[in-house]
């Protein structure tokens, strides 16, 4: 679902024996804990959990497509009998938050992907002045990147930038994007036509 962004040495796996997956949600809301909780399953699909000044606002069900579930009905059937599980925890702003599940929620038909033949500057440049809002990605073979695009020219609204050594969240500026040397693998517009509650 995320993968990509948990390949970074920034986010340690944690593991959580059988049965103590429900305390560890427990914590993140003491905790008032706000970001990405990445759950690997040994013998179920992968779930990720998204959390806002301690409270879990959504849970998701990897597949295709990606499914938003009940989350105090997951919690609930938890009761203490979760199955073992590898936990990655990526602590966030509660705008960043907005990106993820922004990007969870699109399907597959509802993005354009552009060829990577142009500078990164120009791709933006052009991206700016979609007519409606949308959420830049970009993917290199070290770092990962996330931008909401206001549309008709306005700046980034919110820039969410991952690589091995920092995790960079900011209002208004892509430098990060800009100077990170790798060549991208991939890049990726999804537009706010496609409809979802993220967007909504």
């Not at 013998?43 to 295709?64: A, K």
């Not at 695009?149 to 208004?172: C, E, H, M, N, W």
Request: glycine residues 4%; aromatic residues 8%.
């Amino acid at each position: 679902m995320l993968t990509s962004l948990f390949i970074h040495p920034s986010t340690e796996p944690i593991s959580a024996p059988a049965g103590q997956l429900g305390a560890f949600i427990s914590a993140c809301s003491q905790d008032l804990q706000t970001g990405l909780v990445d759950v690997d399953f040994d013998d179920q699909p992968r779930h990720s959990l998204l959390f806002s000044r301690g409270q879990l606002i959504n849970v998701y069900r990897s597949g295709d497509p990606v499914e938003r579930v009940d989350h105090q009905a997951w919690v609930h059937g938890l009761n203490n009998s979760s199955p073992r599980a590898v936990l990655h925890n990526l602590a966030l702003t509660p705008q960043a938050v907005r990106l993820i599940k922004i990007l969870i929620e699109q399907r597959s038909d509802a993005h354009v992907v552009y060829a990577n033949d142009q500078a990164l500057e120009k791709q933006f440049s052009a991206w700016l002045e979609h007519p409606i809002p949308t959420l830049a990605q970009v993917h290199w073979p070290g770092a990962d990147a996330l931008t909401l695009l206001p549309g008709l020219g306005v700046s980034p609204r919110y820039t969410l930038f991952i690589s091995p050594d920092k995790i960079l969240q900011s209002a208004s500026s892509v430098a990060a994007i800009y100077n990170w040397k790798e060549t991208p693998i991939s890049t990726t517009l999804y537009s706010s036509e496609a409809p979802s509650l993220a967007w909504s």
